[in-house]
């Protein structure tokens, strides 16, 4: 039998396909935004421009006189939050203990309270969630030492424990939540309120704001 010629399959029509008039430049997966997700893109922008600008620039300046005379005195900076906070501690760990120290003569001494999932889940497990922050401070916190509680609900039990104790024990509390409801922002010594209730533009803010604690120190702002 003789072979049978294979034919050429035809082009991808999705190769060669253009974008409507009115679309060049704008594609997501090959496919031309819609005018909806436009707007939607171009809202969420606008809104979180307006939150970042409604900022109080002095108490994240004060934050950051904070955490300067915490690295000059040598105390310890402890940090904690859930989920999507529990995320941003963990970086601004990073950011802080390698960022803001290595070549530097003074260096940060930060603890993320998220880190040890053994000593979370082991609290959690045999005593209750609410404690999980709180319990390490015990450990470690000092009076002069500076905790950072990030909390977008600024509701969460165990943020608020874990402030309240180092309130009494004489450390400096720094809340990192919303301004609208939330008990952090009443307890904390120092709130940066986020001027929003959505969660995204909150936590936008979130990783601004800490990374604006910690590229002062990496640009030599102070």
């Known amino acids: 039998m003789g072979i049978k010629s294979v034919s050429q399959k035809p082009e991808m029509e999705s190769e060669n396909r253009k974008a409507p008039d009115g679309d060049e430049g704008a594609a997501l997966n090959g496919r031309p935004l819609s005018s909806a997700l436009r707007q939607f893109t ?37 940090i904690c939050g859930n989920g999507g906070s529990a995320s941003i ?93 939330g008990t952090l922002k009443d307890i904390a010594h120092l709130t940066l309120a986020i001027p929003n209730r959505h969660m995204g533009r909150i936590e936008d803010c979130f990783f601004i704001l800490t990374h604006m604690i910690a590229y002062a120190f990496m640009e030599g702002a102070v």
């Open 42 to 78: 171009s809202e969420y922008l606008d809104d979180l421009k307006g939150t970042l600008s409604a900022l109080d620039l002095d108490a994240l300046s004060q934050a950051i006189g904070w955490f300067k005379q915490a690295r000059d005195e040598g105390r310890m900076i402890y």
């Open 89 to 181: 501690a963990q970086q601004m760990v990073v950011d802080i203990v390698k960022g803001a120290s290595f070549g530097h003569e003074l260096r940060f001494k930060m603890i993320g309270l998220t880190d040890s999932i053994s000593t979370i889940t082991a609290y959690a497990n045999d005593v209750d969630y609410s404690s999980v922050f709180v319990e390490q401070l015990r450990n470690f916190a000092r009076p002069g030492d500076v905790l950072l509680a990030i909390s977008g609900s600024g509701n969460s039990r165990n943020i608020l424990k874990a402030v309240e104790y180092a309130n009494g024990i004489g450390c400096r509390t720094i809340a990192l939540t919303q301004r609208e409801s």
